[in-house]
T-cell receptor
Framework: ELKVEQNPLFLSMQEGKNYTIYCNYSTTSDRLYWYRQDPGKSLESLFVLLSNGAVKQEGRLMASLDTKARLSTLHITAAVHDLSATYFCAVDIRGGADGLTFGKGTHLIIQP | DAGVIQSPRHEVTEMGQEVTLRCKPISGHNSLFWYRQTMMRGLELLIYFNNNVPIDDSGMPEDRFSAKMPNASFSTLKIQPSEPRDSAVYFC???????????????FGDGTRLSIL
């Protein structure tokens, strides 16, 4: 059974600080997804990471994938309040042919 | 472009009633997924379809749950009879698989917030 673990599950930080969210998964996969969810809202796709060593950046967020370590990271640089949300990583095994297995999410609060 | 459209957005009903949730995927997408989100269990995959054919329904919790996709633009998730423990947010998502496009993310609808009293 594929397991996806995120940590931390809850993070409170100040604006301007840097931090990293970690996502570990238990089964070989080279496809990992990061989503953002605002309270009461849908899930918004942030990044699709498709190969070992993949790195993608969008604004203050940067995601990377190490398939050998079965680890993905989501790094936040100089956090701003608007980034407050819950962030999920998700893994599929068969290249999109399966549904996603999600981590429990990291609830991020960025205080002014 | 219109995203994934789900209806209703909110549903409150009494235990024992039949509940039908509806989903219209993004035009051109050939894979459709139903997920359930609760505080206790997080996001769980219930069932998914590829080219309107159910591929894996192992996530469907009980026989009370059923899903259909009669055509490429419509799917339903039905609960009969409903129970209070079915209360959750149900999301539908769609994606395009194949055709050399490469991996695309699943696009989620706004969800149906279901409360069973």
């Amino acid at each position: 059974e594929l397991k996806v673990e995120q940590n931390p599950l809850f993070l409170s930080m100040q604006e301007g600080k840097n931090y990293t969210i970690y996502c570990n998964y238990s089964t070989t996969s080279d496809r990992l997804y990061w989503y953002r969810q605002d309270p009461g809202k849908s899930l918004e796709s942030l990044f699709v990471l498709l190969s070992n060593g993949a790195v993608k950046q969008e604004g203050r967020l940067m995601a990377s994938l190490d398939t050998k370590a079965r680890l993905s990271t989501l790094h936040i640089t100089a956090a701003v309040h608007d980034l407050s949300a819950t962030y999920f990583c998700a893994v599929d095994i068969r290249g999109g042919a399966d549904g996603l297995t999600f981590g429990k999410g990291t609830h991020l609060i960025i205080q002014p | 472009d219109a995203g994934v459209i789900q209806s209703p957005r909110h549903e409150v009903t009494e235990m024992g009633q039949e509940v039908t949730l509806r989903c219209k995927p993004i035009s051109g997408h050939n894979s459709l997924f139903w997920y359930r989100q609760t505080m206790m269990r997080g996001l769980e995959l219930l069932i998914y379809f590829n080219n309107n054919v159910p591929i894996d329904d192992s996530g469907m919790p009980e026989d009370r749950f059923s899903a259909k996709m009669p055509n490429a633009s419509f799917s339903t998730l039905k609960i009969q009879p409903s129970e209070p423990r079915d209360s959750a947010v149900y999301f539908c998502a769609s994606s395009f698989l194949g055709g050399g496009v490469g991996n695309q993310p699943q696009h989620f609808g706004d969800g149906t917030r279901l409360s069973i009293l």
